[in-house]
């Protein structure tokens, strides 16, 4: 599986953004697929997964009711909806793509290259 990532930006505190990751591979309906964020001096952190068959989302403390996870499997395509963005979200945005839908980013073998989100005060 090939991911690419894309729909960063420089953003104020407030608004919104919708990230894209764009999948190759005809098994891209097998794989739960999450969102990680890397902020400069710190560890990857895990943002939010979305199974295979779809659903709702798991998200971290940190984003849950501002950040929304869904997929389409026809587009072979997962998208993160961030509302209410906070300085604090600003980081590197990574999609990953797993078969278990793990928290830990360890447990991932695909990733895309990456998306810059900056949110301003």
């Known amino acids: 599986v090939q991911l690419q990532a894309c729909g960063g930006g420089l953003v104020q505190a407030g608004d919104s953004l919708r990230l894209s990751c764009a999948a190759s591979?005809?098994?891209?309906?097998?794989?739960?697929m999450g969102w990680f964020r890397q902020a400069p001096g710190k560890e990857r952190e895990f943002v939010a997964v979305?199974?295979?068959?779809?659903?709702?989302?798991y998200y971290a403390d940190s984003v849950k009711g501002r950040f929304t996870i869904s997929r389409d499997n026809a587009k072979n395509t997962v998208y993160l909806q961030m509302n209410s963005l906070k300085p604090e979200d600003t980081a590197v945005y990574y999609c990953?793509?797993?078969?278990?839908?793990?928290?830990?980013?360890?447990?991932?073998?695909?990733w895309g290259q990456g998306t810059l989100v900056t949110v301003s005060s």
């Open positions: 990953a793509a797993d078969l278990t839908g793990a928290r830990d980013p360890r447990a991932y073998h695909y």
């Open positions: 591979g005809r098994t891209f309906s097998s794989y739960s």
């Open positions: 979305i199974r295979w068959s779809g659903g709702s989302g």
